[in-house]
């Protein structure tokens, strides 16, 4: 009889633990959404890329952020998934930039993160294919101008 209150006072404190202490670790771990997917690692200043992920509440509202600043603002489906297609700002500077997904999951806030490499937008022009037809003209134009003399002579 005496043993009786000591294993009931240890049972109600496991009750209360596992109350208290369950709920904080599950957060803590649901807290995480996956890495968000890009089209690409490498993108450029004005170029489009998508996004991909999983880890949010469906249908939650999903913020997809560059360097912080939101740039759209999608929803997820009713199994959490979010795509969408996100626009490089013209502004970015060439180098490595923070891509960062906020959505509500099921025990609160969640983010997933990413980084993408800015390059050096291309300028100029591809005149490869006017050079190699000019050559051409000039060498079919020498040509033509030596068999005309021998025609001649």
């Given at each position: 009889?005496?043993g009786?209150?000591?294993?009931l006072?240890?049972?109600?404190?496991?009750?209360v633990?596992?109350?208290v202490?369950g709920?904080a670790?599950?957060?803590a771990?649901?807290?995480e959404?996956s890495?968000p997917?890009?089209?690409?690692?490498?993108?450029?200043?004005g170029?489009?890329?998508?996004?991909?992920?999983?880890g949010?509440a469906?249908?939650?509202?999903v913020?997809?952020?560059?360097?912080?600043?939101?740039?759209v603002?999608?929803?997820?489906?009713?199994?959490?998934?979010y795509?969408?297609?996100l626009?490089i700002?013209?502004?970015?500077?060439?180098?490595s930039?923070?891509?960062t997904?906020?959505?509500?999951?099921?025990?609160?806030?969640?983010t997933?993160a990413?980084?993408?490499?800015?390059?050096?937008?291309?300028?100029?022009?591809?005149t490869?294919p006017?050079t190699l037809?000019?050559?051409l003209?000039?060498?079919?134009?020498?040509?033509?101008s030596?068999?005309?003399?021998?025609?001649?002579?």
């Open positions: 009889m005496r009786r209150p000591i294993c006072v240890f049972t109600l404190l496991g009750v633990l596992v109350s202490v709920p670790v599950g957060a771990h649901a807290q959404a890495v997917t890009l089209t690409s690692a490498n993108a450029s200043a170029g489009g890329e998508d996004i991909s992920g999983t949010c469906a249908r939650a509202s913020q997809i952020q560059f360097d912080g600043a939101v740039l603002t999608t929803r997820s489906t009713a199994t959490g998934r795509r969408a297609h626009i700002p013209v502004s970015a500077v060439p180098g930039h923070r891509i997904v906020v959505c509500a999951g099921a025990n609160g806030q969640v997933g990413t980084t993408v490499n800015i390059a050096l937008p291309r300028t100029g022009s591809n490869t006017l037809a000019a050559i003209l000039v060498v079919v134009g020498g040509l033509m030596a068999v005309r003399r021998r025609l001649i002579i």
